[in-house]
Every structure is written in structure tokens, then in C-alpha cells.
């Protein structure tokens, strides 16, 4: 069964002082009440220093419980439909990076170390006589991360094409490159991410 991932006092950040905590108490009730978000559940933490954008609240649905860490950053390239769903009780830590093009889904009690990367697309380069910047992306694909699965510091998790879904209780250990989908209870390490079990 499931533990719930809920934390009762300890949290990423617990290293910071009161004055931080205040704030991200204060930015979580502001960005709760006033941020347009595709679905949004109870007691979300949002650190002062998180960065997600208004513009792009409306592509992103928040269960209950979740926790985003110090300068967590959101991003979408086409803002125009629910695109980042994150379910109850998930915990994202500081620095990490979530950039969508078409669906990132974290089931339930998902936890991202820092300084995760999640991207569903790559950038585009295969006009060699323009710069990289202004070609834009691929089609790319979608991500699903099972329930319970833990991401370990400094993981990449890449999809360019199709589906790459992660089963239940999957575990990516620190700086691994996943780039295909594996089944659950798998331990992953490496680049790219092979299964160590």
C-alpha cells in the first residue's frame, strides 16, 4: 500500500529560516486564490521563489498536498489546453524544471528530487542555416510517471516522440537519462536509464 508522502513537519526546505517559510506560506494562499489554474486541490505549497507563470496556470491542474519546491520552474510552449497534471500529495523539489509541449502526468504521491528535468519535446535544429532558438520544437510526446515513483537528484526524464510511461513504484536513481517507458517496481540508473533489479 501506498504511505502517504503528506509531510506532518519536514519538508525540502526545511534548512530555511522563518522569514522564507512566512513567504511561502503567504505566496501559497496568493497564487491558491488569485492563479487560474485548470484544477486546482487543498493545501497546496508553492515556494515564494517558485516560478510559474499566470499565463500558464490555466495548462496546469494541482491535486491536494502538493509541494513545489525553491525555484521550480513551469513551462509550456503551446498554452491552450490542460497539460501538466500533478495528483495528490506529489512533491517537487527546489530547481527542477517541468517544460511541456503536449501532457506531463504525475499520479499520485510522485516525488522529484532537485534538479529534475521533465520535457515531453526537444528543440527543433534541423535547419542548419537558422538559429536553434528560433526553430521552435518538436512534436514530441507525452510523459506518465506512476504512483509512488521517486525521481532522484539531477534525473532527466526526455520524450521526443509517442508515450513514455513510467509504471507504479518506479525508481530513478540520481542523474540517470530516462528516455523509454518501463514497467513498475523497476529501479533505473544509467545514460540512458537501463534497470538495475
Known amino acids: 500500500?501506498?504511505?502517504?508522502?503528506?509531510p506532518t513537519c519536514a519538508t525540502f526546505e526545511d534548512h530555511e529560516g522563518v522569514p522564507s517559510?512566512?513567504?511561502t506560506a503567504l505566496n501559497s494562499l496568493w497564487v491558491s486564490a488569485t492563479y487560474p489554474f485548470g484544477?486546482?486541490?487543498?493545501?497546496?505549497?508553492?515556494?515564494?521563489?517558485?516560478?510559474?507563470?499566470?499565463?500558464?496556470?490555466?495548462?496546469?491542474?494541482?491535486?491536494?498536498?502538493v509541494d513545489i519546491g525553491k525555484h521550480t520552474w513551469f513551462t509550456s510552449w503551446v498554452e491552450s489546453r490542460l497539460k501538466i497534471i500533478i495528483e495528490d500529495e506529489c512533491r517537487i523539489g527546489a530547481r527542477c524544471t517541468i517544460s511541456v509541449a503536449n501532457c506531463i502526468h504525475l499520479e499520485r504521491g510522485v516525488v522529484l528530487a532537485?534538479?529534475?528535468?521533465?520535457?515531453?519535446?526537444?528543440?527543433?535544429?534541423?535547419?542548419?542555416?537558422?538559429?536553434?532558438?528560433?526553430?521552435?520544437?518538436t512534436p514530441g510526446g507525452r510523459i506518465r510517471i506512476g504512483e509512488g515513483s521517486r525521481i532522484g537528484?539531477?534525473?532527466?526524464?526526455?520524450?521526443?516522440?509517442?508515450?513514455?510511461?513510467?509504471?507504479?513504484?518506479?525508481?530513478?536513481?540520481?542523474?540517470?537519462?530516462?528516455?523509454?517507458s518501463f514497467p513498475p517496481d523497476t529501479v533505473l540508473s544509467g545514460n540512458p536509464a537501463r534497470s538495475v533489479q
Not at 505549497?45 to 496546469?60: F, K, T, V, W
Not at 537528484?153 to 528516455?179: F, M, S, W
Open 1 to 6: 500500500m501506498l504511505q502517504t508522502v503528506h
Open 21 to 23: 517559510r512566512l513567504l
Open 39 to 65: 484544477g486546482k486541490g487543498r493545501s497546496l505549497r508553492l515556494h515564494h521563489a517558485s516560478e510559474i507563470s499566470r499565463s500558464i496556470a490555466p495548462c496546469i491542474s494541482l491535486g491536494s498536498h
Open 114 to 137: 532537485p534538479d529534475v528535468l521533465l520535457m515531453d519535446h526537444a528543440h527543433a535544429y534541423e535547419d542548419v542555416s537558422r538559429p536553434i532558438k528560433v526553430q521552435g520544437v
Open 153 to 180: 537528484r539531477g534525473a532527466a526524464i526526455l520524450c521526443d516522440k509517442g508515450e513514455l510511461v513510467l509504471g507504479r513504484n518506479c525508481v530513478v536513481a540520481p542523474h540517470a537519462v530516462v528516455t523509454r
